[in-house]
């Protein structure tokens, strides 16, 4: 079996959820407005990342096209937005977002090793889990792991420490370079602030304790709705309704 980190977490927020969308793979899921932006700006960051990358530095307009045709074209992403008014407004936030990203970018450009770096990591025979390392920078801290993200409000010390798509990274990297990265860095786009974290090896068996217990749910078929507040998002709720 290979999942993605998303499922993953998926899964852990929610088992019904993870069979309906990636078991099932029931038709018309569409996106939430709020996935939806983050999704369209980290795809806009990684398109400027790999310009720069080839020592080409995106103009603001050119990046505002890029978020745009990822906002209104509707092929690469499937979103459910609230209404046109909401659509729009979330344009904006976008915009602020990535203008001040690309101002720092423009005076300090930073010193890209790879953008968009896959990861298969294995779990016992039978179990990889893929995801990607948004982008590895050099700086004079030395290797750098860099999620960017678009909440309003940073993410806290517990959650930071227990984070598994950043202990997935942090393996991840490790497998690539044979070494750990020198730093992880969370750069709050909206809050134009980083935060630092660190991930160890007790980090590392938290989450392979984690991941096998995961699969254990998951071959004794435990697909189990959890209702919370994230239902009210949840793009499976009318398939879930059926479920008795
Ligand atoms: S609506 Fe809630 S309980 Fe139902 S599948 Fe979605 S997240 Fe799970």
Known sequence: MEITIDQ??????????????HVDRVPNMQMSE??????????????????????????????KQKFTSLWYGGKVLNIKFDSSQSQRKRELDAFGMLASFHRKQRYVPDEV???????RIPFGPDLFITGKIPLIRNTTRGM????????????????????????LQAIG??????????????????LGTNAYVERRRKDYQRL?????????HMEKGYYYPRESYACDKCPAKNYCMEWS
């Open 173 to 190: 990297f490790h497998s690539m370079f044979n070494r750990e990265a020198d730093s992880m860095c969370l750069e709050y786009l909206k």
């Open 8 to 21: 993953l977490y998926d899964f852990k927020s929610c088992g019904l959820k993870f069979k309906l969308t």
């Open 144 to 167: 750098e792991i860099v999620n960017f993200k678009t909440s309003n409000h940073k993410q806290d010390e517990f959650w930071n420490r227990t984070d598994m798509a950043l202990t």
């Open 208 to 216: 392979y304790k984690q991941v096998r217990l995961f699969k254990e």
């Open 34 to 63: 709020n996935d939806g932006l983050r999704e369209a700006v980290l795809m806009t960051i990684s398109y400027f990342y790999m310009k720069l990358k080839e020592d080409k530095m995106l103009s603001m307009e050119s990046m």
């Open 113 to 119: 090793v790879s953008v968009n770096t896959e990861f």
